[in-house]
C-alpha cells in the first residue's frame, strides 16, 4: 500500500472536481464519500442535492475565519493505493485506513475535536484520495511536520494487520520520477522514455567510461546532448546540466536536467569523487589482459561484500553498476538490449543511505574502464566468464541489500538476474559446447581421475554435479587446469570455499567458470582491433535512440 501526498494546493474546489470528475481518461467510476471530519459531509457523488460548492465550502470554514492567518497553501491531498494483487478492500475498512493516515500524519489526530477538516473519496477499486483543509478548529495550522514518513510508517501496520502485500519502502535516495507532463509528452512526440530517463542513461554510461571531467563531458556531447557546464571564479567545476538535442519548452528554449535531479549520485560532487578515485590509477590497468582483470576484480565483489565494512560493500555495488553500465558499449550487438536492461534495473541498487568511500574499490573501477580501452574479447568464453561474474556480484548485492533491509534496492538486483541470465546464455551455448566436446573425447582414465578428484574435493555435491549436462565441461577445464600445472582438487576446494553455491542453476557451469577465472585457462582470446569509449558509446547510443524514437 502506497501514499502518496502532493506539494499543498490553495484551491479546494480544484482539487474537488478532479476527484468526482471522469478523471484525465475516464477512470474514475462511481465517486463517493466514504469518510469525512464529522460524518455529515454533503457528498456530490451519491447525493443529487449534494454539490460541489457547497462541500468545497464546508471545506473551506476554518480557513475562511482563520483570515491572513490561515496557510497560502492550505491543501492537503494525498492518495493512498493498495497493490494490484491485494483483495478488494469495502468502503468501510478505506475509510478505518483513511483516518488512521490521517491520525499519523497529524492532520486528524484521534480524539483532537480541533482536528482538520477532510473528506476521503473513492473512484476505484483500489485507491483513495484524502483532501483537508489544513486550518485547525482553534484556527492554527495543521501540526503535519514530517507527514509522509509518519503516514507511511502506519501503512506498513496496516499492511501487516489487513494481510495486504507489504510493500518495499525506500530510503529517498531512489531517482526522481518523471513527471506526468515529461511523460505526457514523450507520449506525444513518440518516444518509449521521456527526456530526463534517456539522459539518466546517457550520463550514467559516461561516468562508467570516463577518467576525467573533461572527457566526461566530451562523451556526453558525443551522444547529441547538450552540455552546459558551470564554473567557479577558480576555473574549477562547479556543477552541469544536460539536454537533449531537440528537446524544447514553450518557448523553444532547451529542456535543462541538472545532474542531482536525474539521480542523487549523478549530481557533479558525486561524480568528481569517483573520477578522483580513479585517474591516478588508471595507467596500472592498461594492457592485453584488461577483460581477465576486469573478471577477476568482479569476480571478488562477492568476497567484499561478505567480508567488508558496509561502506566499502557499497561502493562496490556501486563500481558494479558502473560495470553493468560500461559492459553495453563494447558487447556484442545480439547481447546489448538485455544488458541495457540490467545496467537500467540494477541503477536503484547503486545507492543507499551508506555512503561510499570510492578509493576502496577503485581497481574494480579501473578495471571497468580498461576493458573500455581494450579490444573487446574475440572468444565468447572470456565474455561469458566476465557475465557469469556480473551474475554472482548481482546475486551477492541482493544478498547484501536485502539483510540490510534495503528493500528497494534488493528487489532492483532481483529483477536484473533474469535479464543477465539471457546474456549469459545467449553468450555461453558456443563455448560450453565445445567444452564439453573437449570432456567427451578424455580417455577413459583421465575421465575417472577427473571424477574421483571431484569426489575428494567435493563429496556432498559430486553426484549431483556429474548427473549434470555441464559436468563434461567441468572434466575438460580440470584436465587443462591440471595440464597446465595446477592441482585440480585445491582449485575446486578454493572455488567452493569462496563462494556459495544454494542459487547455482548448474553447479558444474559455475564451477567451470570460476575456474578458468583462478587460472586465466582463456588467456590470448582478444580481437586485434582497440576499442575507443567514446566511439563505442557514440554507436550503442545511437542504436538505443533508433529504438526509443
Known sequence: MIANIVKPGHKTRGVLNYLYGPGRANEHTDPHLIASWDGFAPDPGRDSEATLAQLTTALDLRVKQARDKAPKEHVWHCSVRAAPEDRPLSDEEWAAIARRVLNAAGIAPDGDSDACRYVAVRHAEDHIHIVATKVRGDLRPARNWNDFLRADKELVAIEKEYGLRQVPRGDHTAAKRPTRAEQEKARRTGNARTSREHLRTIVRTAVSAATTAAELFQIIEGTGALVDVQHLPSGDVRGYKVALNGDTNAQGEPVWFSGSTLAPDLSYPKIAERLTATETKLTE????????????????????????????????????????????????????????????????????????????????????????????????????IVLDALLLAV????????????HQQAEAARQTIPHLRTAYRATATEPLTTLRQRGERLTETLRRRQENTLRRALPELAEQIL???????????????????????????????????????????VLTWRLHRLTDLTAGTTSSAPASPSAAYRQTNTRQQRRTR
Open 395 to 406: 546475486i551477492a548485492a541482493q544478498h547484501w541489500h536485502r539483510t540490510r533491509e534495503h
Open 467 to 509: 548427473a549434470e549436462p555441464g559436468w563434461p565441461s567441468l572434466a575438460a577445464t580440470l584436465a587443462r587446469a591440471e595440464a597446465v600445472g595446477h592441482k585440480p582438487t585445491a582449485l575446486l576446494t578454493q572455488a567452493t570455499v569462496r563462494r556459495e553455491t544454494d542459487t547455482a542453476t548448474s553447479l558444474s557451469e
Open 285 to 384: 590497468w592498461t594492457g592485453t589482459t584488461a577483460w581477465r582483470r576486469f573478471a577477476v576484480a568482479v569476480d571478488q565483489t562477492p568476497d567484499h561484500l561478505a567480508h567488508d565494512e558496509d561502506e566499502a560493500g557499497q561502493a562496490h555495488i556501486t563500481v558494479l553498476a558502473e560495470a553493468l553500465d560500461a559492459l553495453p558499449l563494447v558487447a556484442p550487438v545480439g547481447l546489448r538490449p538485455q544488458l541495457l536492461q540490467a545496467a537500467t534495473v540494477f541503477e536503484r541498487a547503486a545507492r543507499s543511505r551508506i555512503r561510499a568511500p570510492h578509493q576502496q574499490a577503485q581497481a574494480t573501477r579501473c578495471a571497468v574502464k580498461a576493458v573500455l580501452r581494450e579490444p573487446a574479447p574475440q572468444d565468447g568464453a572470456l565474455l561469458t
